[in-house]
């Protein structure tokens, strides 16, 4: 008998209900009790929905009232100090840690390894103790065994939980810590045990990234002692292959080890080889982290061989938690038929993995109507003109080599540029968005439902830009925007009107906490069937004599965060969103718009796990950025911009994107950032934010004026830009207009002591 199991679910609710319960907890809404029983719904709705779907167990502890990570911090009460709470911790301070209070800022969040997921990164020094509050996970086991499930509990391990943590002092190393924390896994492993569990998840998904010798050497120390608890380990690993750390998980003193066979399917005849006689291998064999149909008679084809070597050792699952991908497509009703026989969000992988399971264990034959469904969606996927398109296949083909080259090199383009806009020195401008008030989003939204008709909400647009245009006029700002007033979301936007991209209603996954993010769904081949931004932006330059810039989203970034194909690659799709934005670039050449910004805040994001893999990404990332912005002019000016990231480890492949002018966030590392650009001799134009648009306080002039002598010190002053960090949307206008005022008046004062 094959088993089937997930490794997590979503934590979010069909609708969201764990945001909508947060919001009202911390509004004073909803007591803690309420909160309690939302959450509670939630899981049970999980378990309920693993148990039909014919799985052997259901994960508890996957659950997390706003990121696992931090309910490890309080599993372990290793709270940071700072925040003066004690080793036990309740869920007022667990909010407090994640939102911060009167006295502490919140705790740090960043991507979990290379999803668009963000937890909580915990903060460890040489003081750090654990203490185990055994609550935070035995009372969701207690709640499962009380209705009924089987339960798997699901930790993250502790070396994957030391590594994702900080240092609170350089040079500390967080693997000294490892002998302090592996006492409390080891008794709430016990307790596990004395509460009749068989076998628990330790996720250490680390293994799939470069380690370090010394931790991969720690895997069998900190496996050993867990074992010593006497409960039956299953050693997870997703997100990638592997390699290099395979043949330590695989000899590694536990039960089972887990497998991502979707990502790192390459190396399960070597895991198969390696693996020890008495060890389960449970292998991910749905992908767990994007919303296509899984070709099930594939998967079987794969699969079956693994079952006839292994017999009940063999599990089954999806390659990740399921939190990754959005609830069900139960409530997607807009979506039509075909398209939605493609998709399977989390409730349909959990059905398709119940038919494996079935098929693996009974025979095809007892699941015949279900695979034959997959067949024929997968089949009508495969050669649905709504997917493949001749024209775009043939213009990706045609495309020449030297298509993403400008004309001239930088030092030409320069001069052409110089001499068309004659901007002064410290030039300032912004990154493309102003304050949306709610008169904006209340006319988007009404425009949407249709109660606004199609005229009106353009004159509405077009007073805001109007109002835009002429506030940046009246700061003395040198290069305009038109202000995004029409826009909700910088990848939606542009979405919606390309060939190839779905939205569903209801396809939430989470980003952090209790914000969630609803990703396009790019199924098909992407063309541009008309220009997306030219009347707005041609609107603004017909308000005023100063150079409007057009404002885009680069190709990589609608890539990252949208759910993508999975039957092309990467780079192929990212070339096709290029020529789209190509075509929207030349479209805004055309009609006098001189300079053009293509975001690529996520261009970084993309990096591989491994750093092998790097060169290969920045190679086709760089050439679709390329492509997009480089078939204009020498006289037009290409801007980028990249926000929220560490750039100083990828500076050549920035400069390889070959914009002539980037704008970066950097105000928060306070323009520590630029010596690395410094040093680099980055080659092109930089505008350094001067301040950080998180914040609604203004920063005065004396503090922008610092940063950009600091700057100016690092990067020669006729290359330097003045700008915000980022878009001002979430700014209100009173602060933008004073914030805006002092940057100018800053960067006025640059130009009176660098004027030669
Ligand atoms: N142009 C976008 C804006 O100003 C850029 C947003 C971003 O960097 N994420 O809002
Ligand atoms: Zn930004």
């Given at each position: 008998?094959?088993?089937?199991?997930?490794?997590?679910?979503?934590?979010?609710?069909?609708?969201?209900?764990?945001?909508?319960?947060?919001?009202r907890?911390w509004?004073g809404?909803?007591?803690?009790a309420?909160?309690r029983a939302?959450?509670s719904g939630i899981?049970q709705?999980?378990?309920?929905?693993?148990a039909?779907?014919?799985?052997?167990c259901?994960?508890?502890?996957?659950?997390?009232?706003?990121d696992p990570?931090?309910?490890?911090v309080a599993?372990?009460?290793?709270a940071?100090?700072?925040?003066?709470?004690?080793a036990?911790?309740?869920?007022?301070?667990?909010?407090q840690?994640?939102r911060g209070?009167?006295d502490c800022?919140?705790m740090?969040?960043?991507?979990?390894?290379?999803?668009?997921?963000?937890y909580?990164?915990?903060?460890?020094?040489?003081?750090?103790?654990?203490?185990?509050?055994?609550?935070?996970?035995l009372?969701?086991?207690?709640?499962a065994q009380?209705?009924?499930?089987?339960?798997?509990p699901v930790?993250i391990?502790p070396l994957?939980?030391?590594y994702?943590?900080k240092?609170?002092?350089?040079?500390?190393?967080?693997l000294?810590?490892?002998d302090r924390?592996?006492p409390a896994y080891v008794?709430?492993l016990?307790?596990?045990?004395?509460?009749?569990i068989?076998w628990?998840?330790?996720?250490?998904?680390?293994l799939?990234?470069?380690?370090?010798?010394?931790w991969?050497?720690?895997?069998?120390?900190?496996c050993?002692?867990?074992?010593?608890?006497?409960?039956?380990l299953?050693?997870?690993?997703?997100f990638?292959?592997?390699r290099?750390?395979?043949?330590?998980?695989?000899q590694?003193?536990?039960d089972?080890?887990?497998?991502?066979?979707?990502?790192?399917?390459?190396?399960?005849?070597?895991?198969?080889?390696w693996?020890?006689?008495?060890?389960v291998l449970?292998?991910?064999?749905?992908?767990g982290?994007?919303?296509?149909c899984d070709d099930l008679?594939a998967v079987?084809?794969?699969?079956?061989?693994?079952q006839?070597?292994l017999?009940?050792?063999?599990?089954?699952?999806?390659?990740?938690?399921l939190?990754h991908?959005p609830v069900?497509?139960?409530?997607?009703?807009?979506l039509?038929?075909?398209?939605?026989?493609w998709l399977?969000?989390?409730a349909?992988?959990l059905?398709?993995?119940?038919?494996l399971?079935?098929?693996?264990?009974?025979?095809r034959?007892?699941?015949?109507p279900?695979?034959?469904?997959?067949?024929r969606?997968?089949?009508?996927r495969?050669?649905?003109?709504r997917v493949?398109?001749?024209a775009?296949a043939a213009r990706?083909?045609a495309?020449?080599?030297d298509?993403?080259?400008?004309h001239?090199p930088?030092?030409a383009?320069?001069?052409?540029?110089?001499?068309?806009?004659?901007?002064p020195?410290?030039?300032t401008?912004?990154?493309?968005s102003?304050?949306?008030?709610?008169?904006?989003?209340q006319?988007?939204?009404?425009?949407?439902?249709g109660?606004?008709?199609?005229?009106?909400?353009?004159q509405?647009?077009?007073?805001?830009?109007?109002?835009?245009?002429?506030r940046q006029?009246?700061l003395?700002?040198?290069?305009?925007?038109?202000?995004?007033a029409?826009?909700?979301?910088?990848?939606?936007y542009?979405g919606?009107?390309?060939?190839?991209?779905?939205?569903?209603?209801?396809?939430?996954?989470?980003s952090?906490?209790?914000?969630?993010?609803?990703p396009?769904?790019?199924?098909?081949?992407?063309?541009?069937?008309?220009?997306?931004?030219?009347?707005w932006?041609?609107?603004?330059?017909?308000l005023?004599?100063?150079?409007?810039?057009?404002?885009?989203?680069?190709?990589?970034?609608?890539l990252?965060?949208?759910?993508?194909?999975d039957d092309?690659?990467r780079?192929?799709?990212a070339?096709?969103?290029?020529?789209?934005?190509?075509?929207e670039?030349?479209d805004?050449?055309?009609?006098g718009?001189?300079?053009?910004?293509?975001?690529?805040?996520?261009?970084r994001e993309?990096?591989p796990?491994?750093?092998a893999?790097?060169?290969a990404?920045?190679?086709?990332?760089?050439?679709?950025?390329?492509?997009?912005?480089?078939a204009?002019?020498d006289?037009t000016q290409?801007h980028?911009?990249?926000c929220?990231s560490e750039?100083?480890?990828?500076?050549?492949?920035?400069?390889?994107?070959?914009?002539?002018?980037?704008t970066?966030e950097?105000?928060?590392s306070?323009?520590e950032?630029?010596?690395?650009?410094?040093e680099?001799?980055?080659p092109?134009?930089?505008?350094p934010?001067?301040?950080?648009i998180?914040s609604p306080?203004v920063?005065?002039?004396?503090?922008m004026?610092?940063?950009?002598d600091?700057?100016?010190?690092?990067?020669?002053?006729g290359?330097?830009?003045v700008?915000?960090d980022?878009?001002?949307?979430?700014?209100?206008?009173?602060?933008t207009?004073?914030?805006?005022?002092g940057?100018?008046?800053?960067?006025?004062?640059?130009?009176?002591?660098?004027a030669?």
């Amino acid at each position: 008998m094959a088993l089937a199991h997930v490794l997590g679910a979503p934590r979010i609710g069909p609708h969201r209900e764990l945001k909508f319960a947060l919001e009202r907890h911390w509004r004073g809404e909803l007591d803690e009790a309420g909160l309690r029983a939302a959450a509670s719904g939630i899981r049970q709705a999980n378990w309920r929905a693993q148990a039909e779907a014919g799985l052997d167990c259901v994960a508890v502890g996957d659950f997390a009232y706003y990121d696992p990570m931090l309910t490890h911090v309080a599993l372990f009460g290793c709270a940071p100090a700072r925040f003066g709470f004690g080793a036990r911790i309740g869920l007022a301070e667990y909010f407090q840690l994640a939102r911060g209070n009167a006295d502490c800022h919140a705790m740090e969040m960043t991507k979990w390894f290379d999803t668009n997921y963000h937890y909580l990164v915990p903060e460890f020094g040489p003081d750090t103790a654990f203490t185990l509050d055994g609550r935070w996970l035995l009372d969701e086991v207690a709640e499962a065994q009380t209705a009924g499930f089987k339960a798997k509990p699901v930790l993250i391990g502790p070396l994957t939980f030391l590594y994702l943590g900080k240092p609170k002092q350089a040079g500390f190393d967080r693997l000294d810590l490892l002998d302090r924390l592996l006492p409390a896994y080891v008794r709430l492993l016990a307790a596990l045990r004395a509460a009749g569990i068989e076998w628990v998840q330790i996720d250490e998904p680390i293994l799939s990234l470069d380690l370090p010798p010394a931790w991969r050497a720690a895997f069998e120390r900190s496996c050993h002692a867990q074992r010593s608890a006497g409960v039956k380990l299953l050693l997870a690993s997703y997100f990638g292959p592997l390699r290099d750390n395979l043949l330590t998980a695989l000899q590694l003193p536990v039960d089972g080890v887990h497998l991502d066979g979707v990502r790192g399917g390459g190396e399960l005849a070597q895991a198969l080889d390696w693996l020890p006689a008495t060890k389960v291998l449970s292998v991910g064999v749905l992908d767990g982290r994007n919303v296509w149909c899984d070709d099930l008679a594939a998967v079987l084809d794969r699969t079956e061989p693994l079952q006839a070597r292994l017999g009940d050792r063999l599990w089954v699952a999806p390659s990740c938690s399921l939190a990754h991908v959005p609830v069900s497509l139960a409530p997607e009703t807009r979506l039509d038929a075909e398209l939605k026989s493609w998709l399977a969000f989390a409730a349909e992988k959990l059905e398709a993995l119940g038919t494996l399971r079935a098929a693996l264990n009974r025979g095809r034959a007892a699941v015949a109507p279900a695979l034959d469904m997959n067949g024929r969606a997968l089949a009508s996927r495969r050669q649905s003109p709504r997917v493949h398109d001749a024209a775009v296949a043939a213009r990706v083909a045609a495309l020449r080599a030297d298509a993403d080259r400008r004309h001239s090199p930088f030092a030409a383009r320069q001069a052409a540029q110089r001499a068309r806009f004659a901007l002064p020195l410290f030039p300032t401008t912004t990154i493309g968005s102003f304050p949306q008030t709610p008169d904006i989003r209340q006319a988007r939204a009404r425009f949407k439902r249709g109660e606004l008709a199609e005229a009106a909400y353009v004159q509405a647009m077009r007073t805001e830009i109007e109002t835009a245009v002429r506030r940046q006029a009246a700061l003395g700002l040198d290069v305009l925007v038109h202000g995004e007033a029409e826009r909700n979301d910088m990848v939606e936007y542009f979405g919606e009107q390309l060939a190839g991209f779905a939205f569903s209603q209801n396809g939430w996954v989470q980003s952090y906490g209790s914000r969630c993010v609803k990703p396009p769904i790019l199924y098909g081949d992407v063309s541009r069937p008309r220009p997306m931004t030219v009347e707005w932006t041609r609107y603004a330059q017909s308000l005023t004599g100063k150079p409007v810039k057009g404002m885009l989203t680069g190709p990589v970034t609608m890539l990252q965060w949208s759910f993508v194909r999975d039957d092309q690659p990467r780079a192929v799709t990212a070339l096709q969103l290029a020529l789209a934005i190509r075509d929207e670039v030349a479209d805004l050449e055309a009609a006098g718009i001189g300079i053009v910004q293509i975001d690529e805040p996520a261009y970084r994001e993309g990096l591989p796990l491994r750093r092998a893999d790097w060169p290969a990404y920045l190679d086709w990332a760089g050439r679709a950025f390329r492509v997009a912005a480089a078939a204009v002019r020498d006289d037009t000016q290409i801007h980028t911009h990249m926000c929220y990231s560490e750039f100083n480890d990828i500076l050549p492949a920035i400069a390889a994107m070959d914009a002539d002018v980037i704008t970066i966030e950097t105000s928060r590392s306070d323009m520590e950032l630029l010596r690395g650009f410094g040093e680099f001799a980055y080659p092109n134009e930089i505008g350094p934010g001067v301040y950080d648009i998180h914040s609604p306080r203004v920063p005065s002039v004396e503090e922008m004026r610092r940063l950009l002598d600091k700057a100016a010190a690092v990067i020669p002053p006729g290359h330097l830009w003045v700008n915000p960090d980022c878009g001002l949307k979430t700014r209100d206008w009173p602060e933008t207009e004073a914030a805006l005022a002092g940057m100018v008046a800053a960067a006025r004062a640059m130009r009176r002591v660098y004027a030669i």
